[in-house]
């Protein structure tokens, strides 16, 4: 199974997008994927059509009394998509913690636990927009990240903080995490990122840096509110194509064949925008 954290500790920038739509892309290929909302606002959870008031098992119950994260696991409307949700409690377990001895390995524990008894293929953590223990926990159970940015220039600030942390806890925790897609969010399609930005990407990610674009896409914005993945009220929007070209890209860098299901016929390919043809 593989772990994935989606971060950046900039909000708005498009990680909770990024988290649903790129799982729902990968579980329609045939991978059975879940996603664990490490937020305490919760927007995934309600993106995927949970109420986090009303979830009785949350991140909070795993991170805070050992609860399996077996018995978090709920379905989605989605096939083969499933969910751990989050709520308002989950803001509380940084306080809770403090003092606790071990407090980042607590979520490797439980995925270590877990994933020999589960059939996952892979496991997206959803991160808050913030560096503490929630995100520490994210990134200590993660072999990859995937940070979803806006590329603008502003918000390269920042960066050097998240990249600092990553090395930090490469170092101390987890020497296998390694950063898998740096992934432009929101672009305006009529214009180039432009060459300072890139200039700049490329001197802290090098390769990193995805050649997907995802562009601005009225339809991902709709998406959360009638709690659907982008396939699921979009299908033939930018946006479900970007995402299906993200997830493309994701397992190429991650060196993985796509599974060809009997039951499923394998979808043509979307191309955005000619890149992809470099594949294989
Ligand atoms: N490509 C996009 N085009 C248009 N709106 C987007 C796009 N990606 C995200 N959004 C919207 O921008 C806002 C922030 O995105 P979100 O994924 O919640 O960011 P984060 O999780 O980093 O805070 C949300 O309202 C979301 O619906
Ligand atoms: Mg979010």
């Known amino acids: 199974m593989r772990c994935i954290a989606v971060i950046n500790q900039?909000?708005?920038v498009g990680k909770t997008t990024t988290t649903v739509n790129l799982?729902?892309?990968?579980a329609r290929r045939g991978y059975r994927v879940l996603v664990c909302d490490m937020d305490p606002q919760a927007n995934l959870t309600v993106h995927l059509d949970k109420r986090p008031d009303l979830e009785?098992?949350?991140m909070t119950n795993l991170l805070v009394e050992d609860t399996p994260l077996q018995d978090l696991v709920q379905e989605t409307s989605s096939e083969r998509l499933f969910v751990v949700p989050s709520d308002t409690s989950l803001a509380g377990v940084e306080q809770v913690l403090a003092n606790r001895i071990g407090r980042e390995?607590?979520?490797r524990e439980a995925i270590e636990a877990f994933a020999n008894k589960s059939e996952f293929d892979f496991l997206f953590l959803d991160c808050p927009p913030s560096l503490g223990v929630l995100s520490a926990n994210a990134l200590v159970a993660a072999d990859h990240v995937v940070i979803p940015m806006q590329a603008e220039y502003l918000s390269l600030q920042g960066m050097a903080k998240l990249i600092e942390v990553i090395m930090l806890v490469q170092k101390r925790l987890n020497p296998q995490l390694a950063v898998a897609l740096v992934l432009p969010c929101m672009v305006d399609s009529r214009t180039n990122l432009s060459t300072e930005v890139l200039r700049e990407i490329d001197q802290y990610f090098g390769t990193q840096l995805a050649r997907t674009r995802i562009r601005n896409n009225v339809k991902l914005a709709e998406a959360p509110s009638f709690g659907r993945t982008i396939f699921e009220h979009?299908?033939?929007s930018n946006g479900a194509r970007d995402y299906e070209a993200v997830a493309d890209e994701l397992l190429e860098r991650l060196g993985m064949a796509k599974p060809v299901t009997a039951a499923e016929p394998v979808e043509a390919k979307p191309q955005t925008d000619g890149e992809l043809a470099a594949e294989g």
């Open 10 to 12: 900039k909000g708005g």
């Open 23 to 26: 799982s729902a892309a990968l």
């Open 56 to 58: 009785g098992n949350t």
């Open 105 to 107: 390995t607590i979520l």
């Open 234 to 236: 979009a299908p033939d």
